[in-house]
């Protein structure tokens, strides 16, 4: 690691030796004994940045993409919920960007694309079975963020590596939803109760199956302190799950196989457990409420995520277009007294 303590000296030591650009860059340094850990990183980050851009100015060489993907893997992965899931997806591409320069992370990627149409095993036969666009895109996202947080954080590159970056397109979102009857019947055939509570807390208030495990009963409402999009969110609790939420839910194997066991007892095997916060958007468009509405009760950072449900909201899209042409209603203008 380039921090480290010394604890004969009880200083922070900084050391750095790495191959940059093709050449070895080695770099000692010790800091002052009154610096805590964040001042000495603070120091590494920057010190690491300029070594970074110097040599690759003096060098006039263009910057790895193993470099960007070291940076990233070090400093930000760690700080990411789903670090694991990002340093194996960045592991499954590194055959595309091994040694390649990072102004070729636009060809990269479009090699990622054609090669993952089949996916190659760990001995290296490859499966008949392509990748779902979805899996693709993912990690082109990864390594491109990768790229780009080398970029703004520490200057490998004069330019940012992603402007060029294709993307496969996806469509693969589920439009399945199942009504207020529909979602009864499932809950009266599970056997496991705080399943089937959480079976009606995420028809009625559209949280997620690992929300609802973690989420505090706080009066009328469940908190949430750490969502996917990383702000605290409060969701109103419905009158109907009062009765049910005080039950401790159990851990996401169990509940995945008590909820196989019910959808199969009323022939419903082609249901998901996230299906039921779908449900519970389909269920708020149809009485009216607005996207906007929406967005909010099912945590939605950007209103790209709620534009999926756009297409339930006929009702409402043509009370609007029955808006157009008609007239205002006048006015009279008051006599001026």
Not at 11 to 40: M, Y
Not at 124 to 130: C, E, H
Not at 143 to 148: W, Y
């Amino acid at each position: 690691m380039p921090i480290y303590r010394d604890k004969e000296r009880g200083r922070f030591v900084f050391e750095f030796s790495r191959r940059v650009g093709g050449q070895r860059v080695r770099t000692r340094k010790l800091l002052p004994k009154t610096w805590n850990r964040a001042q000495a990183d603070a120091f590494d980050r920057a010190q690491s940045a300029k070594l970074y851009a110097t040599v690759h100015r003096v060098g006039g060489s263009d910057p790895l993409i193993d470099d960007a993907v070291a940076l990233y893997l070090k400093e930000r992965a760690p700080e990411l919920k789903n670090q694991a899931v990002v340093e194996a997806s960045l592991a499954m591409v590194f055959w595309a960007y091994q040694g390649r320069p990072l102004s070729a992370l636009p060809d990269v990627c479009k090699a990622i694309q054609l090669r993952s149409k089949r996916e190659p095993d760990k001995d290296g036969r490859v499966d008949q079975k392509p990748l779902a666009p979805a899996t693709i895109r993912n990690r082109i996202r990864y390594l491109t963020a990768a790229c780009r947080y080398a970029w703004k954080q520490h200057g490998l590159g004069e330019h940012d590596p992603a402007a060029r970056v294709t993307v496969p397109t996806v469509k693969n979102e589920r439009r399945i939803f199942i009504s207020r009857e529909q979602m009864l019947a499932l809950a009266k055939a599970c056997e496991h109760r705080p399943t089937r509570a959480a079976i009606r807390i995420a028809f009625y208030s559209g949280m997620r199956i690992s929300e609802i495990k973690r989420a505090e009963r706080r009066a009328d409402s469940f908190y949430l302190g750490d969502t996917k999009n990383g702000d605290p969110r409060i969701v109103p609790m419905h009158p109907r799950v009062r009765c049910c939420a005080h039950y401790k839910q159990v851990e996401n194997s169990a509940t995945s196989e008590y909820f196989r066991e019910a959808r199969a007892k009323v022939g419903m095997e082609w249901l998901h457990f996230h299906d039921l916060r779908h449900s519970a958007a389909s269920q708020l468009i149809n009485n009216q409420v607005d996207l906007y509405t929406v967005g909010a009760v099912l945590g939605h950072k950007s209103s790209q995520s709620t534009k999926r449900y756009a297409h339930l909201a006929t009702d409402t899209m043509r009370a609007a277009i029955m808006k157009i042409g008609q007239n205002l209603p006048h006015h009279p203008k008051k006599k001026a007294a």
